[in-house]
């Protein structure tokens, strides 16, 4: 484990570090095409893969996203498969079976393949939190493949909501019709809201694989809006360092 947890409000929080690496040939694209308008340097762009472990007071684990998944992954076009997401958790003190609510910001499959393992959920006892919007747009491999064998366990939210006590959720479309962060206190896990620091900076530069790329930079530049005012600090999914400071 790479990183090491921040408590926040009475909740732990750990940035597990799923898998390192730049993308895959399949979707690949310089910087300054991938960012345009952003003036970033052509050079290749590693990702970070991070998921979060929340352990609250009363000992309640709750996962936010759950990387990219074995070899068999959707996301093996594209991504280092496999994610190490499991054993990251071992080094925790946590197995699946302990936890007791997965949210997923979001189905792409960087984030929601490693739901599912051998065709059942992964987390056999846990709530999977995913926005009724994301639900309604998905389709395809992603139904089948992950959303399928969640269907017993899904939790569908409609916007804003609390899902376990001190743990909310708030939509955040554009990224995908239904992309939500996860807020603690202080702390908002933010999924793909935000991509690449450039984006702090400034928050209009788009993303070329934003569903909605208008809609994505008017939700990025009001939510960072906010949170900055509140001094927020950020889990991101994709940035070298898990943690910052706004």
């Not at 597990?16 to 730049?22: F, K, M, N």
């Not at 958790?89 to 393949?113: E, F, K, N, R, Y």
């Not at 807020?183 to 702090?200: K, M, W």
């Amino acid at each position: 484990m790479p990183h090491h947890p921040k408590t926040v409000s009475g909740v732990e929080v750990t940035p597990l570090c799923d898998a390192v690496g730049p993308m895959g040939e399949a979707i690949r694209r310089p910087l300054p095409e991938m960012f345009p308008g952003s003036a970033l340097p052509d050079e290749p762009w590693v990702l970070h893969f991070h998921c979060y472990l929340l352990r609250d007071r009363a000992g309640r684990l709750t996962l936010v996203d759950t990387g990219i998944g074995g070899t068999d992954s959707l996301a093996s076009s594209w991504a280092p498969v496999p994610g190490t997401l499991t054993g990251e958790l071992a080094a925790a003190g946590v197995a699946p079976a302990d936890v007791d609510t997965v949210i997923l910001t979001h189905l792409h499959s960087d984030h929601a393949s490693g739901a599912v393992s051998d065709g059942r959920p992964l987390f056999e006892n846990a709530r999977y939190v995913v926005q009724q919007a994301e639900l309604d747009a998905a389709d395809g491999l992603l139904a089948d493949r992950v959303l399928t064998p969640l269907k017993g366990q899904l939790l569908a939210v409609d916007g804003d909501a609390e899902v376990t006590p001190g743990v909310r959720v708030h939509l955040t479309p554009g990224h995908t019709p239904g992309h939500q962060i996860a807020r603690v206190g202080e702390l908002a896990v933010t999924g793909d809201l935000v991509l690449h620091p450039v984006q702090l900076d400034d928050p209009a530069v788009r993303y070329v694989y934003d569903d909605d790329q208008e809609r994505a930079a008017a939700t990025r530049a009001a939510v960072l809006g906010e949170l900055r005012a509140a001094h927020a600090l950020l889990a991101t999914a994709h940035f070298a360092e898990p943690f910052v400071r706004l």
